[in-house]
């Protein structure tokens, strides 16, 4: 299994991005995905989480009502629309399912005025 996040960038408080993770040799539609994220030398955070079927979806505190997870099984892609960015939102970040396969390497995101 392979995951390869990118949409990562630089923006300013208060902007936007949209993330990707696209998996090769899985096929995500039979698991739940989540989007984590971690700064240089902590631990993984989890961010939000997607049912199998799109239908449930579940958020940290930290970026409820501003972020968005969504996948599209038929092109194995999970996605997470980033709004309202704030500096603390500034990580790297991974997808996954539940931790359970390498990690890539993450996109980084950078909310910087």
């Known amino acids: 299994v392979q995951l390869v996040e990118s949409g990562g960038g630089l923006v300013q408080p208060g902007q936007s991005l949209t993330l990707s993770c696209a998996a090769s040799?899985?096929?995500?539609?039979?698991?739940?995905m989540s989007w984590y994220r971690r700064t240089s030398g902590k631990e993984r955070e989890w961010v939000a989480t997607?049912?199998?079927?799109?239908?449930?979806?579940v958020y940290a505190d930290s970026v409820k009502g501003r972020f968005t997870i969504s996948r599209d099984n038929d092109k194995n892609m999970v996605y997470l629309q980033m709004r309202k960015l704030k500096p603390e939102d500034t990580d790297v970040y991974y997808c996954?399912?539940?931790?359970?396969?390498?990690w890539g390497q993450g996109t980084q995101v950078t909310v910087s005025a």
């Open positions: 996954n399912a539940d931790r359970r396969w390498p």
């Open positions: 040799g899985v096929a995500l539609s039979i698991y739940d």
């Open positions: 997607i049912e199998r079927s799109g239908g449930g979806r």
